[in-house]
């Protein structure tokens, strides 16, 4: 994998930001190896990512930062620049259900997934075996309704513990309280077994099935406090007809939600994920 730095910018849009960018990077011969732009007119925001070869930069990334600096508050950037060479801290979390978690695992084992999966925390200790197989630590943290606070403190310290750049509930089955929302606003990643925003919250199959829809769904979203209602970062869709039952609506979802869950995963591990409001811009 070609060493790289990946320079990610969103501001107020208006003329000369490419020109200025480029400027920086040609002053310092920073080989460019992929470039994305998009103008939101209906917002008036800019969104940019560009993707330049690490061994042309005659620096490191806190000089590269503090070059950069001085253009984005003239330009009133949000931004930050990531090194591909530092995969992200990911914190996988599950339930009971083992096919998304087993299909990431199996990515990262391959090393299809750029990323360093430094523990799983479960509420059930059902995945033990499967995740130790792979030499990963097995947090079994109950939740219940009495415990629930505890709990969560417990996790919330796990989270510290891990350093962890990106949490992923891959059908995780509990609630995340708001604090932890908040503290990882846009750090948080869940797959949601439904085309969002049909069929939100519980049983989304069962409400599906119960209104005869002929396409099912899944949708992988940045989590907030509002239930189900997180910025989208990718979907995607399977038919179906009136012959299919839950149980097959069950099992036909199921490769679609870990199909999505991992497009979302690679897709934030290689800084490809803007949020702006709640809606994202996710360049390929």
């Not at 200025?20 to 470039?35: D, P």
């Not at 993707?51 to 490191?60: H, L, Q, S, W």
């Not at 899944?218 to 910025?231: I, N, R, S």
């Not at 869709?237 to 869950?261: A, N, W």
Request: overall charge negative; hydrophobic content about 40%; glycine content about 4%.
């Amino acid at each position: 994998m070609e060493h790289t730095y990946r320079l990610v910018i969103s501001c107020p849009d208006r003329v000369g930001i490419v020109a200025k960018v480029s400027n920086f990077l040609t002053t310092y011969n920073g080989w460019i190896t992929e470039a994305s732009h998009h103008s939101d007119n209906q917002a008036g925001w800019f969104f940019m990512r560009h993707e330049i070869r690490a061994n042309t930069i005659p620096f490191g990334l806190d000089q590269f930062r503090a070059a950069f600096e001085p253009i984005a508050r003239e330009f009133d950037m949000q931004w930050h620049v990531a090194d591909s060479a530092a995969p992200k801290k990911v914190v996988l979390m599950c339930s009971r259900e083992s096919h998304c978690l087993a299909d990431l695992l199996h990515r990262w084992h391959s090393g299809e997934l750029n990323a360093e999966v430094a523990a799983v925390i479960s509420n059930h200790d059902d995945l033990r075996s499967m995740v130790e197989w792979h030499g990963i630590p097995y947090h079994h943290v109950p939740v219940s309704r009495d415990t629930r606070e505890e709990a969560f403190a417990e996790i919330g310290d796990l989270f510290a513990h891990y350093e962890a750049d990106l949490v992923v509930l891959a059908r995780y089955m509990q609630i995340l309280p708001q604090s932890l929302c908040e503290e990882y606003s846009g750090r948080i990643m869940n797959i949601h077994h439904s085309f969002l925003p049909s069929f939100a919250g519980a049983r989304p199959y069962h409400q599906a099935y119960s209104r005869g829809v002929k396409l099912i769904g899944a949708t992988c979203h940045y989590v907030t406090e509002d239930l189900d209602e997180g910025p989208i970062i990718e979907q995607d869709v399977m038919r179906i007809s009136h012959s299919d039952t839950i149980d097959d609506m069950v099992r036909l979802g199921k490769d679609v939600e870990k199909y999505v869950l991992a497009r979302g995963l690679r897709a934030h591990i290689e800084d490809r994920v803007i949020i702006h409001e709640n809606k994202t811009v996710v360049f390929d």
